[in-house]
T-cell receptor, first 111, second 116 residues
């Protein structure tokens, strides 16, 4: 069974500071890991998908790393902006088609 | 390209009443998912369809929840009768392929259900 944990549950930073969001998973035999963003009252938007063969994946100011051996992934957001305020969720595969989601980290970027 | 559409956006009902949610996936997407997201938790998969066949409904409370995907396009999720613990956001998502883990899932805005 794949269990995904995200700590902390909430984070508040001043604008311009770099963000570090953590995700841990129990079953390291994964073939990928995904990060999603969820805005209040909206669905999820896929941000990054890291294949197990990769160590990192980058998109703009976002960088995600994956360490299967330790069961951890980290999402870095550089030079945070108020528009980055949202809940960030990571998800690891349970099997070929099902994802197990963490509860998310709610980020507030103060102007 | 139009996104995943869901209706209604909000619904308030009394316990023991019935409710139905509707989802229209992105055109051409073969796989459709229904998730339940309770406040403070991540989404939990209720049911997954590939075209109009069920791939996984292992976490669907079948004594009260039902879902169908007619003609492999739109889908309806029904709860009858509702319980207080069904209060949650119900998310619909679709993906273009066979629903494998590497498929990007596109989510709708969700329906927020409150059971009083």
């Amino acid at each position: 069974k794949q269990e995904v944990t995200q700590i902390p549950a909430a984070l508040s930073v001043p604008e311009g500071e770099n963000l570090v969001l953590n995700c841990s998973f129990t079953d390291s035999a994964i073939y990928n890991l995904q990060w999603f963003r969820q805005d209040p009252g909206k669905g999820l938007t896929s941000l990054l998908l890291i294949q197990s063969s990769q160590r990192e994946q980058t998109s703009g100011r976002l960088n995600a790393s994956l360490d299967k051996s330790s069961g951890r992934s980290t999402l870095y957001i550089a030079a945070s902006q108020p528009g980055d305020s949202a809940t960030y969720l990571c998800a690891a595969p349970v099997n070929d088609y099902k994802l197990s989601f963490g509860a998310g980290t709610t980020v507030t970027v103060r102007a | 390209e139009a996104g995943v559409a869901q209706s209604p956006r909000y619904k308030i009902i009394e316990k023991r009443q019935s409710v139905a949610f509707w989802c229209n996936p992105i055109s051409g997407h073969a796989t459709l998912y229904w998730y339940q997201q309770i406040l403070g938790q991540g989404p939990k998969l209720l049911i997954q369809f590939q075209n109009n066949g069920v791939v996984d409904d292992s976490q669907l409370p079948k004594d009260r929840f039902s879902a169908e995907r007619l003609k492999g396009v739109d889908s309806t999720l029904k709860i009858q009768p509702a319980k207080l613990e069904d209060s949650a956001v119900y998310l619909c998502a679709s993906s273009p392929g066979q629903g494998i883990g590497s498929d990007t899932q596109y989510f709708g805005p969700g329906t927020r259900l409150t059971v009083l």
